[in-house]
């Protein structure tokens, strides 16, 4: 099987970070990007290294899931470690096991310590818990690489408290940029529907909470549904078991062909797949298909369970983002939710590097009316937030200026730039949380970078290595743009080195004043 590029890209990655002896390391990949695939490719090149593996999940699903695709793109066995089953005296060089039977102490100890040489988490958001750390404490001498699909910051910082690198991450838009996930429109349902009486349970919205919360909605919805998602094939997250059938029953009332399945369904296998063959157009679940599910077909998803978590949000999302022939686009149905907590998961979410790009979204989605593409949506976002972080620097550059500093705010640079990445930048793992080297900060000062400003080795990590990836692109210097901006030329930091340069020399030859016929808001330099 061959792997796409971003896909062998993430295998080489995972294998370097071995080599370099980082023994704990993430891979981010967006659902629908072939996660498995990549684990199975990698976990082929240990066995061939001679390595034993195992494969570490907390659902039977998500562990058959994996033995198939691993034996499909690898030719593979797995033996398995699950309930009754046990992987011991098997010749099998891989093991599938389930976390839950893994944990128990009794079938730990059947292995020696060093049994395993390396450890595949699926769906690694879950690994901080006492089940899993139980096990990974156990073999504690193994390489150990956690899957994930798109965590948020608070899950990244999570899982940098055991994890010591990202070896790749690839992300939503790239996804759909180059044509591997669909494409997601979004579209405001003007209800608003009242949460401020839910409370929280164990860092989200507590679901039982949330199932009385929306009971009085359901027939609005079902009624707002049917004028923008009629055709469509539609799956549905919701709170409870009982909101779940309520709500499919309204469904079925209002003309849709809805099916409901849950943890107790006896018939789920055959639901599931009467939904594949169009025999029912909506599928509703509580909470049941977040994970190890997929119906390519799906083109609407609906989410009833509102959540602050992103992970989980992105994995609900992720039921309709593959490509299907004749799908178009993704409808993805949000509501005008009325919550005191502003940390509430919206369709930005899913693509907005930062808070604020993802509220100004939210605003243009909510007010639109019609469904928009969540790309041209972020474009324009990013572009105001642009241009009030432009004018707020502005002021600040002003106060600079009087203070007559020689080196360049690490704040201006990254603005000049362009660098969203930098500005939004927040450390993850442990070392990237410590405080700048001082060799970082000569480094910085030589460069002519404010080192002040940098209160952690991650940014000045980072930051460092923006300077040298310019310097081989021959792009301007930090002194340059101070220098340029001074005097009101913008946008400097994407200019040529030699640009800054043969500009900085006219204006040395003009007495250093800027020459005539030069405006400088306008000036851009030629090629």
């Not at 998500?62 to 198939?68: G, M, R, T």
């Not at 009325?338 to 930062?354: K, N, Q, V, Y």
Request: glycine residues 6%; negative net charge.
């Amino acid at each position: 099987m061959k792997l796409r590029d971003y896909q062998q890209e993430a295998r080489e990655s995972i294998q370097e970070q071995w080599a370099e002896g980082v023994k704990k390391t993430l891979l981010v990949l967006p659902t629908g990007c072939g996660k498995t695939i990549v684990f199975s490719k990698v976990i082929e090149d240990r066995v061939r290294l001679g390595e034993r593996l195992l494969v570490l999940a907390h659902r039977g699903e998500l562990l058959e899931q994996a033995a198939d695709k691993l034996e499909k793109s690898t030719g593979l066995k797995t033996a398995t470690e699950k309930a009754e089953e046990t992987s011991i005296h098997s010749w099998f060089r891989v093991v599938v096991g389930s976390v839950q039977t893994m944990m128990r102490e009794k079938r730990l100890k059947q292995f020696p310590k060093d049994y395993f040489d390396t450890i595949i988490i699926d769906e690694a958001h879950h690994c901080i818990s006492d089940s899993y750390q139980r096990v990974l404490n156990y073999f504690e001498d193994a390489n150990v690489l956690g899957v994930t699909a798109t965590p948020d910051r608070g899950d990244m910082r999570n899982l940098g408290s055991y994890f010591d690198s990202l070896a790749f991450e690839y992300t939503l838009p790239k996804a759909i940029k180059e044509g591997y996930l669909s494409p997601i429109k979004a579209l405001t349902i003007p209800l608003q529907l009242d949460l401020t009486s839910v409370g929280q349970q164990a860092g989200d919205f507590a679901a039982g909470q949330l199932g009385s919360a929306l009971d009085p909605y359901l027939e609005s919805i079902a009624e707002e549904m049917k004028k923008v998602a009629n055709d469509r094939k539609i799956v549905v997250f919701l709170p409870l078991v009982k909101t779940s059938q309520k709500f499919t029953e309204i469904l079925n009332q209002k003309g849709f062909r809805a099916a409901e399945v849950n943890g107790e369904s006896q018939d789920r296998k055959e639901i599931l797949e009467d939904f594949e063959n169009d025999k029912y157009n909506v599928l509703c679940n509580s909470m049941l298909l977040t994970e190890g599910w997929d119906c390519p077909s799906v083109d609407c998803v609906v989410v009833l369970r509102p959540t602050k978590v992103r992970s989980l949000y992105s994995q609900m999302v992720g039921r309709g983002t593959r490509l299907f022939e004749g799908k178009t686009e993704l409808l993805l149905l949000d509501f005008l939710w009325h919550t005191d907590r502003h940390e509430l998961c919206h369709p930005a979410h899913l693509i907005a590097e930062s808070d604020e790009v993802a509220q100004a979204m939210t605003k243009q989605i909510e007010e639109a009316g019609i469904p928009l593409d969540l790309e041209v949506v972020e474009q324009t976002a990013e572009e105001d937030v642009i241009a009030q972080r432009e004018e707020a620097l502005a002021k600040q550059l002003a106060e600079m200026k009087r203070r007559k500093r020689k080196l360049v705010d690490p704040l201006q640079f990254e603005m000049s730039i362009q660098a969203e990445d930098l500005a939004n930048y927040v450390p993850s793992f442990g070392w990237e949380m410590s405080p700048p080297s001082d060799q970082q900060v000569k480094k910085l000062e030589k460069l002519g970078i404010l080192p002040d400003e940098i209160d952690n080795a991650g940014k000045a990590t980072k930051l460092l290595d923006r300077l040298d990836k310019r310097r081989e692109q021959g792009l301007t210097t930090p002194k340059q743009i101070r220098f340029l901006e001074q005097r009101g030329f913008q946008h400097v930091g994407t200019w040529s080195f030699d640009a800054g340069k043969n500009l900085i020399d006219r204006i040395a030859a003009s007495g250093w004043r800027t020459p005539a016929g030069v405006n400088p808001k306008e000036y851009r330099p030629e090629g």
